[in-house]
């Protein structure tokens, strides 16, 4: 299973409209809006990277996201 974390930052206003549309994926597994740096981060999970990256590159294209940072996640704790 692929995880990935991406923190957004998204145009003025835009974010509940931006929610909505990620959560239309079976890959997203929670959205949360955020105080600080980011406005958004949300949680992908995936059983393959293409997928992952897909909606990734999806999420980038938005022009209401400004800036979007991917995290992925890893299967054992270091």
Sequence with gaps: ????FVLMKCDKGTEDG???NLEDSDCITEVQPTIGHYDL??????S???DLNELIEQVRRD???CSAKVLLGISEAV
């Design 48 to 50: 393959n990277m293409d």
């Design 41 to 46: 981060v949300a949680k992908f999970t995936s």
């Design 1 to 4: 299973m692929a995880t990935a």
């Design 63 to 65: 022009d209401k996201v």
């Design 18 to 20: 931006i929610i909505q």
